[in-house]
T-cell receptor, first 112, second 115 residues
């Protein structure tokens, strides 16, 4: 069964610190990986996508992918209270349909 | 770019009635749209995948006769909850994917309450 695993948290970090969110997936053939942010009561918002091994940076966010270890992570630098949300890792196991498998999400709390 | 809208944003209906939710891609053509349901403090549950001009593919355990999906154009998909019951109360979210986009973009969601 194709699975995406995340620690549900909550992960608590002080304001200004680096938050590190982790995700593992079961299908070695997966090609596309995404991080979504979901505020309470709202729908998910795409914040990062990554397709190749290594790091991809966008502002305060860095996504890291290691296909050999089947591991993808999201780093948030200079964390702000407004970053407090649930972060969903999603993996595209089936490249043709675009269907995504979501992890359970990690709740991040950034304390002022 | 890649904006998806949903209508209505919330709806209250009586048990036994039907409710239609619309999902539109505003600035791109969405060959594939997805419908999710989310209960409080739980992750997204994919209900079905809809491709323009063809029948939707439903996930295991989702009743296709209860949740009718129509994807009549490249910018519009609809979900109709038929004979709604209180246990159908949930947050329904659509997402859209275009041929040239790898990512899925989500609509703002529709909160359904069945009384």
């Amino acid at each position: 069964q194709k699975e995406v695993e995340q620690n549900s948290g909550p992960l608590s970090v002080p304001e200004g610190a680096i938050a590190s969110l982790n995700c593992t997936y079961s299908d070695r053939g997966s090609q596309s990986f995404f991080w979504y942010r979901q505020y309470s009561g709202k729908s998910p918002e795409l914040i990062m996508s990554i397709y190749s091994n290594g790091d991809k940076e966008d502002g305060r966010f860095t996504a890291q992918l290691n296909k050999a270890s089947q591991y993808v992570s999201l780093l948030i630098r200079d964390s702000q209270p407004s970053d407090s949300a649930t972060y969903l890792c999603a993996v595209n196991f089936s490249g043709n349909t675009g269907k995504l498998i979501f992890g359970q999400g990690t709740t991040l709390q950034v304390k002022p | 770019g890649a904006v998806v809208s949903q209508h209505p944003s919330w709806v209250i209906c009586k048990s036994g009635t039907s409710v239609k939710i619309e999902c539109r891609s505003l600035d791109f053509q969405a060959t594939t749209m997805f419908w999710y349901r989310q209960f409080p403090k739980q992750s997204l549950m994919l209900m079905a995948t809809s491709n323009e001009g063809s029948k939707a593919t439903y996930e295991q355990g989702v009743e296709k006769d209860k949740f009718l999906i129509n994807h009549a154009s490249l910018t519009l998909s609809t979900l109709t909850v038929t004979s709604a019951h209180p246990e159908d109360s949930s947050f329904y979210i659509c997402s859209a994917k275009g041929d040239r986009l790898y990512e899925q973009y989500f609509g703002p969601g529709t909160r359904l309450t069945v009384t």
